[in-house]
């Protein structure tokens, strides 16, 4: 498997995405939102391997197409401040708005080709819908079928702001959320929010890539 940010690319950009009209259609059927990120996520997948080589010659293109999408289908922001934590604390939506953007941008400028590397038709597969305490979403678990690699489980927590949207992803039982707070505790101790950002936009921070739950492979 590889690297769990490289595998981020793929499950944070593929689910609930716009999709042609047709695709939109069996999408609206789905009663429940894990049926629509199956039902969406399935689609660009297939999508991402019908324009494979238009986007290898034309890496600006694959970036404009997944940035077009992730900021209108991934709460970035409420993510943001589970990132942040007790550092987020009193902080504007401002400052959250530019570390939000700022991770999201360095994650795909380094990774974001990852998105054409899987090979053999992959496609997700939905295994269960569970409530979340507290009435914060819902816990969606799929896996991530591929042709030549044991099946992948991906969770998907999801909350219903304005559409149901994603804040946290979890592959092979490891959180997006939980893995970079501890990776940006010890810079957010040390400098303001809107400094951190600035560090990741140019390229002074890097966001750590371990090896996924199970090592790479």
Known sequence: ??????SLCLVLTTPLLPLPASAQAAATQAATPGA???ATGNQILATLQQRRAEFRKDPAALRSYIDSQIRN?????????LVLGVHGRGASDADVKLFADALIDNLMQRYGSALLDFEGKPRLRLKSETPLPNGRGMKISTELLRENGAPVPVDYLVRNNGGWKI???MIEGVSYVQTFRTQFDTPLQQKSIAQVAADLRNGALQPPAPASAKGGR
């Open 73 to 81: 289908t991934f709460d970035s922001l409420y993510a943001a401040r």
């Open 167 to 169: 804040f946290d992803v």
């Open 1 to 6: 498997m590889k690297p769990l940010f490289l």
């Open 36 to 38: 629509q990120i199956v």
